[in-house]
């Protein structure tokens, strides 16, 4: 990695805090606010996600951002490459025609969706979010993108979780994270 980009992933690092025993007991919650209120830091990471796209995945057409942090980051990388951005949202918050794939929970289950025509067979796409845990929603938005016969190039996300083992779960698609813990 270069040095620019080393200096950019620092300064990443830097912005993202910790929260012991949040959203409940035993859990690090790792909180992206910090990166969204300093324009530098925000800079680093679209940067950094535009770096890596041009150098993996010239062909791709479209962003898919997943609700509701990748709708953060999604499309101001979707403008910096000159693509499209489309939304996978929880169950019932888009109008018109909607295709959906359920999904497990911990406790109980979910489910996403997008607008039927936001995507066309064959497209190709990269997917998007904030955070890489188990892998439960970004392996749902894969399962509606290959129902919709999209093309999945990978995956990318600020932060894993490596611990939650959430990459085996997104298998054979590539992962790129930009931090580790």
């Known amino acids: 990695m270069a040095a620019d980009s080393q200096s950019k992933l620092q300064l990443v ?3 993202i805090r910790a929260f012991p025993d949040f959203p409940k007991k035993g859990i690090l919650f790792r909180d992206i606010c910090p990166l969204l209120k300093h324009p530098a830091a925000l800079t680093a990471v679209i ?10 995945y010239k062909e791709v057409e ?4 997943l609700d509701a942090r990748g709708f953060l980051f999604g499309p101001l990388l979707a403008q910096r490459l000159g693509v499209g951005f489309i939304l996978v949202r929880k169950k019932g918050k888009l109008p018109g025609t909607t295709v959906s794939v359920a999904y497990d929970l911990e406790y109980g289950k979910a489910e996403v969706e997008i607008q039927e025509d936001a995507v066309a067979p064959g497209q190709k ?3 998007i979010d904030d ?3 188990t892998g439960g929603t970004l392996f749902a938005a894969c399962e509606l993108m290959k129902k919709q016969q999209a093309e999945i190039l990978g995956c990318m996300v600020v932060i894993e979780l490596k611990e939650l083992n959430g990459i085996e779960k997104l298998k054979p698609h590539s992962v790129f ?5």
């Open 13 to 15: 690092h830097r912005h």
């Open 47 to 56: 940067d950094l996600f535009e770096e890596h796209v041009r150098k993996n």
């Open 62 to 65: 479209l962003i898919v951002g």
């Open 125 to 127: 796409v990269l997917l």
């Open 131 to 133: 955070l890489l845990a």
């Open 177 to 181: 994270s930009m931090v580790q813990y």
